[in-house]
Each structure stands twice: as C-alpha cells, then as structure tokens.
C-alpha cells in the first residue's frame, strides 16, 4: 500500500508570491489534516478535510486555505507568503478523525521563503 | 483552550536509563493522546495512544500514563537505547461543540528532543 506523498518536497519562493501544495493520501483514507512544523513550535494544526468537507481549522490567518477533492486528494494554498511561512508542511490521513487512531504523514514538502 | 505543553523541550539521557516526558492539556473533553516519534529527517509515526477510560497502557519498553483529573499525560521508556534518539511529540484531542455534533482535532505539543548517550 502507498504511503502519504507530498508534493512539492522543496520548493522557493519570495514575499508576496503564492504557493500550492498538494497530498496523497493512503488509498481509502478520506480524513487529510495540514500541520505546519517549524523548530520550537512543534506540529502547529492548520486544518482537516474529511469527504471534501473542511471539518476543522486551526488559528492561521485567512491567507492558508486548502481543499480536497472527491479522490480525497488534498491541496493547501498559502497567498502573499511571509518569511515567517518559512516550514516544512505535513499532510497526514487517517480513516477517520483526530479519534478514530493513527495519523499517517508524509514526508512533508519545505517550504522556504525569500 | 487548545494548548498542549510539553516538557522538557531537550533530554540527555545514558543508554540503559529511563526516559521521561509529559504533557498537560486545558480541555477537559479530551479523550484521545497519541505519541508520535520522529527522527531525524523523517517523518512522524504513532509509536503509543490512551483513550481517557484508562489510566495507563504499555507496548514493551515504552508506556504512557494519564491523570484526567489533573489534565496530564506521560511517555516513559525504559532501558533507552540509541535508536530512542529522536523527537517526541505528544498530542491531544480537542472538541469542537457544534451544531448536530461535535468535531475533534488532533492538536501537538511542541516536542522533546530525546538523546540517548552511549
């Protein structure tokens, strides 16, 4: 079975630019959730799409959005970059929710901001 | 709220010694917290979880314990070997009342870097 793959695996862009990212996840799953990881801040949760349904959302500024599509296929938008969006983004699916068990991430794709 | 702490943020440990980390929450509806494990240049795994309807669950050297009453949780691992090395996350459900139901997220703390000397 495939793993969760994510990409771009690095990418670079300058301030005000805009960027996609895009998931895969395990086939089957249809929860795919975005974390945005930066040292010292650990995993910070940026949303979760179930069924192409945006179920939750963490406290990022409007300019982070995302979507999923009806293969479960997932994408995170982030407009008018900051150096501080400077991070590597993990996508991770699931069956179900945050309860229903373990997470499985992809490798990430780093994001650096110029 | 929606914060999970988690201490210490660095340990050194000897190989052979135990190794200790814990976490607190502030919602009390939390009934979910995994233990995910990441090494270097690697991406997270689940290596331990609770549900809040028990107090502690082992799986051979690592075992995580949970006070609910007190909002904390914790990873022990015993007889550290190098392989430990890495960074552990705790993690914590949070609930979202909404209309017709709830949601849960999944929400991490900020990590410990576990080194384990030989």
């Known amino acids: 079975k495939a793993g969760v793959t994510q990409t771009p695996r690095y990418l670079i862009k300058t301030r005000g630019q805009q960027v996609t990212l895009s998931c895969s996840p395990i086939?089957?799953?249809?929860?795919v959730s975005w974390y945005q990881q930066t040292p010292g801040q650990g995993l910070q949760f940026l949303f979760e799409y179930f069924s192409e349904t945006q179920r939750n959302k963490g406290n990022f500024p409007g300019r982070f959005s995302g979507r999923q599509f009806s293969n479960s296929r997932s994408e995170m938008n982030v407009s008018t970059l900051e150096l501080g969006d400077s991070a590597l983004y993990l996508c991770?699916?699931?069956?179900?929710?945050?309860?229903?068990?373990?997470?499985?991430f992809g490798e990430g794709s780093r994001l650096t901001v110029l | 709220g929606e914060n999970v702490e988690q201490h210490p943020s660095t340990l050194s440990v000897q190989e052979g010694d135990s190794a200790v980390i814990k976490c607190t929450y502030s919602?009390?509806?939390?009934?979910?917290f995994p233990w995910y494990k990441q090494e270097l240049g690697k991406r997270p795994q689940l290596i331990i979880d609770?549900?809040?309807?028990?107090g502690e669950k082992k799986d051979q050297r690592i075992a995580v314990t949970l006070n609910k009453t007190a909002k904390h949780f914790s990873l022990h691992i015993t007889e550290t070997q190098p392989e430990d090395s890495a960074v552990y996350f705790c993690?914590?459900?949070?609930?979202?009342?909404?209309?017709?139901?709830?949601?849960?997220?999944?929400?991490f703390g900020t990590g410990t870097l576990l080194a384990v000397q030989p």
């Open positions: 993690a914590a459900s949070i609930r979202k009342a909404e209309y017709g139901g709830a949601t849960n997220k999944l929400i």
């Open positions: 609770i549900r809040s309807n028990v």
């Open positions: 919602d009390s509806a939390s009934n979910y």
């Open positions: 991770a699916s699931g069956t179900g929710g945050a309860l229903s068990g373990e997470l499985f």
């Open positions: 086939s089957g799953h249809r929860s």
